[in-house]
């Protein structure tokens, strides 16, 4: 084990050598193992925007196999998925790549204003699939949030009780701010930060964009005298809100953009000091030989 991956786990002395186990898997795999980066691969966009748009673009995506064996083939760090896709693959591919559950969902069907997420897969379900981690996604900004707290809070507690590694996608949203307030810099930090006081060992956070929603954080911000011109910049500030760096921060890519924009934003998760990215659409949109190209092109930033 790499002297970086031995002061990774060191952050996390609250959990049990089972947790910590796990986390190692992670970390120590694939391309970017030892490193203390991570790319995964999520693939949870059929349930969340519905499998048309999410698998039109590159029809092989509606088989969940080919998400599996795009995750081993690239290196990644992990695969995640929702219970159906999992139950589908993970006996057939059992050992290939760590597994991370996608334990609850929202769905496209309402646009509420204050959205919510159900719960959909439980820890057993994880043990008995052989995941080492599970994942849910929080909505801060929303009327909703303090029953997604609850309700991930308990199933952080059991998950770690079994040694699974946690995982909370932390994304604004919901009438207690704007549209554009959702990538904004303070809210993203807020939402970092919540997901760590949580619980989560890992936080998956959308890139900021230099807005700040709060007047009262631009005050802040202005009395410091920070910088947070440049993209590197502001991933800095998410990672600072991380516990100082002390919990792992990685970045979801989005709606499929160019290459070189994909690029351009791994370079900057990697110059601000964050831990990686999780990228679900640019990935599975693309056809596998340019999908492979374009993960090794990060993990090689990364790795770098």
């Known amino acids: 084990m790499t002297e970086r991956i031995r002061e990774i786990l060191s952050w996390y002395g609250g959990d049990n050598p089972g947790t910590l186990s796990n986390l190692a898997k992670l970390l120590n795999h694939g391309k970017l193992g030892g490193t203390g980066k991570l790319v995964i691969l ?13 698998f039109l673009p590159n029809p092989p995506g509606f088989n969940p ?37 996608k334990g609850n969902h929202h769905d496209l069907t309402m646009d509420e204003a204050d959205p919510t997420q ?69 809210v993203a930090a807020y939402a970092a930060h919540i997901a760590c006081q949580l619980g989560a060992h890992i936080v998956k956070v959308k890139l900021p964009s230099p807005k700040i929603e709060f007047d009262a954080n631009q005050k802040a911000i202005d009395k410091a005298g920070i910088q947070t011109d440049t993209l590197a910049d502001r ?8 516990f100082d760096g002390r919990r792992i921060v990685i970045f979801s890519g989005g709606a499929m953009v160019s290459d070189d924009e994909i690029i351009a934003d791994a370079q900057a998760i990697h110059n601000g000091g964050g831990f990686g990215s999780i990228m679900g659409r640019n990935s599975f949109q693309r056809p596998k030989e340019a999908a492979l190209q374009l993960l090794h092109s990060v993990m090689d930033i990364y790795a770098n």
Do not use: N
Request: aromatic share 8%.
């Open 42 to 54: 999520p693939v949870d966009q059929g349930f969340e925007h519905g499998p048309l748009r999410s």
């Open 65 to 101: 196999r080919y998400h599996m064996e795009l995750a081993i083939e690239a290196g990644c760090s992990a695969y995640a998925a929702p219970l159906g896709a999992l139950e589908a693959t993970a006996r057939d591919y059992a050992g290939e790549v760590p597994l991370i559950l």
């Open 118 to 186: 159900a719960h959909t897969a439980t820890v057993p379900d994880a043990l008995r699939l052989g995941c080492c981690a599970v994942g849910y996604t929080i909505y801060p900004g929303s009327e909703r949030r303090f029953e997604m707290y609850e309700m991930v809070r308990d199933q952080i507690a059991e998950a770690k009780e079994c040694g699974l590694v946690t995982i909370l996608w932390s994304y604004p949203r919901g009438s207690g701010i704007s549209k554009d307030g959702e990538t904004a810099l303070d």
């Open 235 to 242: 991933v800095g500030h998410i990672v600072k809100s991380a």
